[in-house]
């Protein structure tokens, strides 16, 4: 069964400063992931996925991703955050070949502070 | 603006009442998914059709059922409510079912059941 985990509930920092949204998965064989955001009383946005290739993927509004193997980890990333990036961001999953199902992580809310 | 929009936006009903939530996919998208956001249980899928037929379950009660139509739209049927059935109801489309495509999401219908 594949599953998804976003151990913080919460990520706050400071604009211009680093910010990392963390994910970890499990999965029977190689997963396919994405990640999505969600701003208040709106639907989900798409970021960025992992299908195959290069560990490090970028995506929309200068977010990118790395895919770790090993870690079974797949956090995001952004050099430098701004206040329009609070948001909650789900981690999501999918196994190859099947039909439909993404599996969300409980969501993190991210607080950019001025 | 994703392309997927649901109809209605807001619905407040009573317990033991039947609503019906619609869905118009993405111009040329075949496959709909149905989800739901509460938030005790997060973000759950409920089911996955694809050019009208289903295609896979999630954790989709008795009481709920769903369709897709010749023209694609899809709609979710919500019976016998309950107010644990108060939550965001998200419906998404993507061009086929293969899993290595993204999911688009509409903005969400928000069901209230008082």
């Known amino acids: 069964a594949q599953s998804v985990a976003q151990p913080e509930d919460q990520v706050n920092v400071a604009e211009g400063n680093p910010l990392t949204v963390k994910c970890t998965y499990s999965?029977?064989?190689?997963?396919?992931l994405f990640w999505y955001v969600q701003y208040p009383n709106r639907g989900l946005q798409f970021l960025l996925k992992?299908?195959?290739?290069?560990?490090l993927v970028k995506g929309s509004y200068g977010f990118e991703a790395e895919f770790n193997k090993s870690q079974t980890s797949f956090h995001l990333k952004k050099p430098s955050a701004l206040v329009s990036d609070s948001a909650l961001y789900f981690c999501a999953v999918r196994e190859p070949d099947s039909w439909g199902k993404l599996q969300f992580g409980a969501g993190t809310q991210v607080v950019v502070t001025p | 603006d994703s392309g997927v929009t649901q109809t209605p936006k807001h619905l407040i009903t009573a317990t033991g009442q039947r609503v019906t939530l619609r869905c118009s996919p993405r111009s040329g998208d075949l496959s709909v998914y149905w989800y739901q956001q509460s938030l005790d249980q997060g973000l759950q899928f409920l089911i996955q059709?694809?050019?009208?037929?289903?295609?896979a379950k999630g954790n989709i009660l008795e009481r709920f059922s769903a369709q897709q139509f010749p023209d694609l739209h899809s709609e979710l049927n919500l019976s016998s409510l309950e107010l644990g059935d108060s939550a965001l109801y998200f419906c998404?489309?993507?061009?086929?079912?293969?899993?290595?495509?993204?999911?688009?999401f509409g903005p969400g219908t928000r069901l209230t059941v008082t």
């Open positions: 999965v029977s064989g190689n997963p396919y």
């Open positions: 992992y299908i195959t290739g290069d560990n």
């Open positions: 998404a489309s993507s061009p086929t079912s293969a899993s290595s495509y993204e999911q688009y």
């Open positions: 059709y694809y050019n009208g037929e289903e295609r």
